[in-house]
């Protein structure tokens, strides 16, 4: 028995039997763009652990800084698509003094960051609002960014999927988009077995005024930051200990229905 998991998408392989999904990366309306027999586990189909060290989740840097900080830390390839320039830079034109800060490695090279100021420049965005961090020592470092971030962006169509588990874990809620393919569909299934259900919009329209209306509301965002941590722990995206157990069943069952058609 050949299973695929933590694949991008199908194998193109009829020689492979089963795609690992779930409810939310593989509903059943996308069973087409799949050679391999969709096997959905009940939660998650992957499950995140925390780091090693201690790091408190900081107050909402929003109410220390008078503006709201939106934020990105995913590979720059993700992110490097017209549509969500143009997307974030309605959110930053939408709110006052907004600023968005985007960290990767990649944003060591100075050429690079003057052709991303210049694309949202093109989008009427001043350098000013745009923060391009670049490669950090440690893991530790990377972490402390969330403390400078109000709300974390997810990029689309390929979206984040650590970074999103790791912004949690530092009490930054993640917005996301709902797709319509595997890679599309992220977002919206950590998202939702973190119980962040309104964190999850269904077009770009919403997208936007979802950005809009949880920057004006900074006492909610600030109990969503002291208590995201604490629910993130106790749900499945945290819990390897359920995961395994789910993952150990569905390949038993795979196996004992093979045995039956022998």
Known sequence: IQVSWLSPGTTGLAEIDYFLGSHYLTPKNE??????KIWRLPEVLQCF???NFNLEVSKLPALKNGYITFGSLNNFSK???EKVYEIWSKILKSIPNSKLILKYKQFDD???KKNLYKKFNNLEIDQKKIILMG???TRKEVFKTYELIDIALDPFPFQGNTTTCEAAWMGVPTLTLKGDRFLFHFGEAINNNLGLHEWIAK???E???KAINFSLNLKKLEKIRQN???NALTSPVFNPDCFSEHFEKALFEMWKMYLNKI
């Open 203 to 205: 077009n770009f329209n």
């Open 79 to 81: 992110i490097n698509n």
């Open 207 to 209: 997208y936007i005024s």
């Open 110 to 112: 100075e050429e690079l």
């Open 228 to 230: 995201l941590r604490k």
């Open 31 to 36: 069973e087409n763009h799949f050679v391999e």
């Open 135 to 137: 490669s950090s020592r």
């Open 49 to 51: 652990t925390p780091p």
